[in-house]
């Protein structure tokens, strides 16, 4: 499932792109507190939260480029809605679709638990190959309302 484009942009809603490079990934989320930390409700856990995901989010596009024979940038988009809800979308364009979640790996694993982390705490989530363009917009969203 594809999201649904917002009509009218808000001044928290914010794009980034960024080479393909495991540092800018920190950048990510910097970019995310940034945006968020302002409009979140006091006292409220949803900027960490929304700084993870994206760093989840961004690792992966950027895991999956770098795998591809010629890396590509990278783009965040993050927007804030009225109705309170954070939505986070990166696009890569690398081929392939993520693997959906399975649950956890085993404690020794070093990787596999990006997406594990984002099924457990988005509110909905999902991949879109319909982009301009190749690859895929991988994306989630956090209701504020709880």
């Known amino acids: 499932m594809c999201p649904t484009p917002t ?4 001044p928290t809603d914010f794009s980034f792109t960024f080479p393909p490079q495991p540092q800018w990934v920190r950048s990510a989320r910097h970019a995310v507190r940034t945006a968020l930390a302002p409009v979140a409700p ?3 856990d949803l900027v960490e939260l929304a700084a993870l995901l994206t760093s989840e989010l961004v690792t992966n596009a950027m895991t999956a480029s770098l795998a591809s024979l010629t890396p590509t940038p990278v783009s965040l988009h993050g927007e804030w809605s009225p109705t309170g809800t954070i ?7 690398a081929p392939g679709t993520p693997a959906s979640p399975a ?8 990787n596999g638990r990006g997406l ?3 099924d457990l705490h988005a509110t909905t989530w999902g991949i879109c190959h319909h982009t301009p363009g190749r690859g895929k917009i991988t994306w989630c969203t956090l209701d504020t309302k709880g």
Do not use: M, N, T
Not at 87 to 92: E, G, S
């Open 7 to 10: 009509l009218l942009p808000s």
């Open 42 to 44: 006091a006292g409220s």
């Open 87 to 93: 939505r986070i979308l990166v696009h890569d364009q």
């Open 103 to 110: 649950g956890f790996p085993p404690p020794d694993a070093e």
């Open 116 to 118: 594990p982390l984002i």
